[in-house]
């Protein structure tokens, strides 16, 4: 059964507050499983949905969430079944997974990802989703979004790269399913890890595609935008002009 629990997002004089503390959600994968999810909610604003890197869990977001909702844009972080810890916020849906025997690759996550576009379409009701990955998910990013034309309006990758040869894919997987994106792109990294995605960057036919480095050396994955990192206000200024364009 669905867990959705009232709203705690009120519109005051045309601006969203945000409460630090989300909403708990469960909805389930294609296989079954439960997934386990952090919701913000914020009436009426375009939706991302947030997925994280390897080993962690829907708690990379816990701080990165609410600074979205003051920009205008609802949030839906998840715990994809291949992960971990991170800030404290153990991986739910990565613990039931294991409890079932069932397998925790980055691939596997892909179910989870695909179920939570289903999920905010069916349920939360938008026609549309912002698409956000963290490292290994930022890869899936593009695999997601090119299988869900018409249903991903627009996507963020922080860290990606061609990461699933060893899973048996080849090593220009992701660069094939960026081929196929018409929609709006963001890409950014650390700035060691450029060369990491820009080939997949390159190959992008959108007209509406942007990437940032740091000057200095960055962070991988979305925890760049972490107020304890000197570059987060780089970061943030950046990922704050590509979403003003989408609402």
């Known amino acids: 059964m669905y867990k959705v629990f009232l709203a705690s997002i009120f519109l005051l004089t045309g601006t969203i507050f945000a409460q630090e503390v989300p909403q708990p959600l469960e909805f389930p994968s294609g296989d079954g499983l439960m997934i386990t999810a952090d919701y913000y909610p914020a009436k009426g604003a375009p939706l991302i949905l947030l997925f994280h890197q390897a080993g962690w869990s829907r708690g990379e977001y816990r ?5 979205l909702n003051a920009q205008g844009f609802a949030c839906l972080a998840i715990d994809q079944r291949s992960g971990g810890e991170v800030n404290g916020v ?24 695909q179920a939570t576009v289903d999920y905010a379409l069916s349920v939360l009701g938008v026609k549309t989703v912002i698409v956000w990955g963290s490292s290994y998910s930022s890869a899936l990013a593009f695999v997601l979004s090119a299988n869900n034309p018409g249903k991903v309006r627009a996507m963020l990758a922080f860290a990606p790269g061609e990461y699933f040869s060893r899973f048996g894919k080849s090593d ?46 960055g962070q991988h994955g979305s925890r760049a935008l972490w107020k304890k990192f000197p570059e987060h206000k780089a970061y943030r200024a950046a990922v704050k002009a590509f979403l003003q364009k989408l609402k």
């Open 172 to 217: 220009h997987f992701i660069a094939d399913h960026a081929r196929k994106l018409k929609i709006p792109v963001f890409v950014t990294s650390a700035k060691k890890e450029y060369e990491n995605w820009k080939n997949i960057f390159s190959v992008i036919p959108s007209k509406e595609k942007s990437s940032f480095l740091p000057v200095t050396a």
């Open 63 to 67: 701080e990165t969430a609410p600074w």
């Open 90 to 113: 153990v991986n739910a849906t990565h613990k039931r997974a294991l409890d079932k025997g069932l397998p925790t690759t980055y691939l596997d996550a892909v179910q989870d990802m």
